[in-house]
């Protein structure tokens, strides 16, 4: 089983700072890795896809890279609504996904 | 996109069956191009996909589950479901259901419902 690992647990920022959250995967996964944002009471939602792609309707200060085991997702400028709960996710071995154990960003 | 909306009973008996409700907004339920599924994350814990399903019909679970577990769906109500048979305390856990869209690299999560809460009683 691939185990995705997050760090840091919880990123605290400032607005307007960078943020570079990390998913390490304990095998290669190639390009079968997704990002989400969760916000307390609402869905989460798709940032990232396929490890670099952009959804829909995402601020271009979301950006993603990565290849083999370590990813990167960053965050531009921080503004007040990305404080949040980031999940890191892959589906190398499809249908089965797993995720890892998330990043907190708060403000500092 | 569409609105996913969980539905279910909240709280649960030991050993009873959970049966939980996903409507979906659209008819893309009955869409050829993607697969639906269903998450959850225990208190404190990490999400753990559960299981998903194709427009065919063809089911998929994950293995830690696949004896108490069945999604279905009622594509003329645009509606997916769960079953959890002979819950425990365990299965305590906020229930997601997603829809997954074609990718180059299978398919990925696009759609979120956000969440119902499920407790299981002694």
């Known amino acids: 089983e691939i185990v995705l690992t997050q760090s840091p647990g919880t990123l605290s920022l400032s607005p307007g700072e960078r943020a570079t959250l990390s998913c390490r995967a304990s095998?290669?996964?190639?390009?079968?890795l997704d990002w989400f944002q969760h916000k307390p009471g609402q869905a989460p939602r798709l940032l990232i896809y396929d490890t670099s792609n952009r959804a829909t309707g995402v601020p271009v200060r979301f950006s993603a890279t990565g290849s083999g085991t370590d990813f990167t997702l960053t965050i531009s400028n921080v503004e007040p609504e990305d404080f949040a709960l980031y999940y890191c996710q892959h589906r190398t071995n499809w249908p089965l996904i797993t995720f890892g154990q998330g990043t907190r960003l708060e403000i500092k | 996109q569409p609105q996913l909306q969980e539905s279910g009973p909240g709280l649960v008996k030991a050993s009873e069956t959970l049966s939980l409700s996903c409507s979906v907004s659209?008819?893309?339920?009955?869409?050829?191009?993607?697969?639906w599924g269903w998450l959850r994350q225990p208190p404190g814990r990490g999400l753990e996909w559960i299981g998903s399903m194709s427009y065919k019909g063809n089911t998929y679970y994950n293995l830690s589950l696949k004896s108490r577990v069945t999604v279905f769906s009622d594509t003329s109500k645009n509606r997916l479901s769960l079953e959890v048979t002979s819950v425990t305390a365990a299965d305590t856990a906020v229930y997601f259901c997603?829809?997954?869209?074609?990718?180059?690299?299978?398919?990925?999560?696009?759609?979120w419902g956000k969440g119902t809460t499920v407790t299981v009683s002694s």
């Open positions: 095998h290669t996964i190639t390009n079968y």
């Open positions: 997603v829809r997954f869209y074609p990718s180059r690299f299978y398919y990925y999560i696009d759609v």
């Open positions: 659209d008819d893309s339920i009955r869409s050829s191009s993607y697969y």
